[in-house]
């Protein structure tokens, strides 16, 4: 149990497996209550039991970021069942990498569905109930491809780096309200996205190369418990972590 994160009701979206997931488990741990969101509702009406069971507190949602009302419905219903949002984990995000020759477009307008307008409608979603509040905490999540641009990976890292951009636009805006912001860039973390990969022959060089350094989706978990449990005075602005045995 952790004091600073007990009682916390935490949103999160993309909770249905890898850092969504883990993160779940993590702060419901610590004594947060946790509001699930993902297009999987059997996965995520599991981890909820699976969380209850463990003597937490949790719901599932089933939620299409890609959908504005229904990330409205997420946190509107995190609200009318507890009251409050105190954390919105904006966790949601696909990385169907590929030559930009390739001219997989559809791939692209889905980067930027989930990962950019994913985050906002997040964000549109939240930011009242906060103003109204006074208090709460937004967590957007970029990558390593938000700071630099790899391989076979330039619309992934324009969503990316638009993240951390809107990010800062939002930290800077809502000091009138009392609000922290904090935006998350991991580097290889074992998570699904290796899974959206159908280019082939990027999915066969990251399948060479990632798995051999991922590290578990509870190091990003302990990040976001890291932000979430300062004091209200402070604001973690941005996390960026890696494998220690990545060089990229």
């Known amino acids: 149990m952790n004091k600073a994160i007990a009682s916390k009701i935490v949103v999160i979206t993309g909770a249905s497996s890898g850092l969504g997931a883990q993160t779940a488990l993590h702060l419901a741990e610590q004594g947060a209550t946790v509001v699930l969101g993902a297009?999987?509702?059997?996965?995520?009406?599991?981890?909820?039991?699976?969380?209850?069971?463990?003597?937490g507190t949790a719901l599932a949602v089933e939620t299409d970021v890609t959908d504005r009302v229904s990330v409205q419905n997420l946190v509107d219903t995190a609200v009318r069942t507890y009251g409050r949002i105190d954390v919105l984990l904006n966790n949601a995000g696909v990385m169907p990498l590929s030559p930009l020759e390739n001219l997989r477009v559809d791939?692209?307008?889905l980067m930027i569905d989930v990962n950019i307008k994913g985050v906002l409608y997040g964000i549109a979603a939240a930011l009242p109930h906060m103003k109204a509040k006074k208090s709460g905490h937004i967590i957007n999540v970029s990558s390593v491809a938000g700071h630099r641009v790899l391989e076979n990976s330039a619309v992934y890292s324009a969503t990316k780096f638009a993240v951390r951009a809107l990010s800062e636009g939002l930290r800077g805006e809502v000091k009138p309200y009392n609000l922290r912001t904090t935006v998350i860039s991991p580097g290889a973390v074992q998570s699904e996205l290796l899974d959206g990969i159908h280019d082939e022959a990027t999915a066969e060089q990251l399948r060479n190369f990632v798995p051999g350094i991922a590290i578990s989706a509870e190091s990003f978990a302990r990040c976001v418990a890291f932000a979430i449990s300062q004091p209200e005075d402070v604001d973690i602005n941005e996390i960026l972590f890696r494998p220690t045995k990545q060089q990229v």
């Open 107 to 109: 791939e692209w307008d």
């Open 39 to 55: 297009r999987r509702e059997d996965r995520i009406r599991a981890l909820a039991e699976e969380i209850t069971a463990k003597g």
